[in-house]
């Protein structure tokens, strides 16, 4: 289960940050979130120990912690996508795909002429666009 | 699925805009009126090159982002390709259209029976109202390579009419 989707800008400033669990853990999903900006820098700042992933911009697993699993994506814009979930093996292309959905429905939110460049994103229909597949993601990954 | 977009809508939207905004808004002022397009053209630049950056690999370096610049960016917007790119290797590249779409229906007004001093005036007056229009395709550009995380400035040149040039000079 995916539990935290965020979007962070290229100053490392978050646009959007995003939990789908119940129980009141927001501000540990935030920290984890947080810790794997430096793992990002790391990975995109010394491509040779990452070898293959070379600028691609699905960056994999970035890092495990005890219960969960953080993923991440940089655009050509230099905006991160980081994704936080629960499950214990998820497939490659699952995720490719999830990112690839989600760097479309971003597009399409900061393409708003009422959104400024830089600034939150606080599009409703980008949060009911996200929620979708997320939830989309949950299915694919049980049948 | 791609969706079309009336050309001949665009051009009367940019051409009505830079005239709003050089006629009636700043009119006295047109240094702030280009600022204003350019500014316009920025935003417009931002979000386009993050739509077309979509589905491929970081770029490396800014080579590479300029030559994404001058082919897919640039047949995206404008149907066809930059026909000539120069570079200094020092940060500054002159991006050459030599039919650039948003000058060719442009006209200038040579047939002006006045005295002579007056018809430089009026072709000074053509240049400059030409050069307005460029402001937003300079905008572009810059907002196109600072979300790609090249901050530049960029400057246009006209040398006869639909072919005109635009020069990036990089900072830092």
């Not at chain 1, 005890?66 to 979930?85: M, Q, S």
């Not at chain 2, 460029?134 to 072919?163: E, H, K, Q």
């Amino acid at each position: 289960m995916i539990v935290c989707v965020s979007v962070v800008g290229h100053q490392n400033n978050p646009l959007y940050l995003q939990s789908f669990t119940e129980e009141d853990d927001a501000l540990k999903l935030h920290h984890v979130v947080h810790c794997s900006l430096d793992v990002i820098d790391e990975r995109v700042n010394n491509p040779k120990k990452t070898g293959s992933t070379l600028n691609e911009t699905f960056l994999g697993l970035l890092y495990p912690t005890e219960n969960y699993k953080v993923y991440g994506y940089l655009t050509n814009t230099k905006v991160k996508f980081i994704l936080v979930t629960t499950d214990v093996d998820v497939r490659d292309a699952d995720m490719r795909n999830f990112f690839r959905r989600f760097h479309s429905a971003y597009v399409d939110a900061v393409s708003n002429p009422f959104h400024v460049p830089g600034k939150k994103i606080t599009s409703r229909s980008f949060a009911e666009r996200v929620s979708t597949i997320v939830k989309s993601f949950g299915l694919g990954g049980a049948v | 699925m791609g969706r079309e977009v009336s050309e001949s809508c665009v051009d009367n939207l940019i051409i009505e805009m830079v005239s709003a905004y050089c006629n009636r808004f700043y009119e006295s002022k047109p240094d702030l009126a280009a600022r204003r397009i350019e500014a316009i053209g920025y935003q417009v630049g931002l979000q386009l090159s993050e739509r077309y950056t979509m589905e491929r690999p970081r770029f490396t370096d800014h080579l590479e982002a300029i030559k994404f610049i001058c082919k897919d960016f640039w047949s995206e917007v404008f149907k066809k390709q930059i026909d000539n790119l120069k570079t200094n290797h020092r940060g500054t590249f002159v991006l050459q259209d030599n039919r650039f779409r948003w000058l060719t229906r442009m006209s200038v007004d040579t047939n002006q029976t006045n005295t002579d001093s007056s018809l430089d005036t009026a072709e000074n007056k053509e240049t400059q109202s030409a050069s307005m229009h460029l402001y937003f395709p300079c905008g572009i550009i810059r907002g196109a390579l600072t979300s790609l995380g090249i901050p530049c400035a960029v400057s246009a040149d006209m040398s006869n009419l639909p072919a005109c040039s635009f020069v990036v000079r990089i900072k830092g």
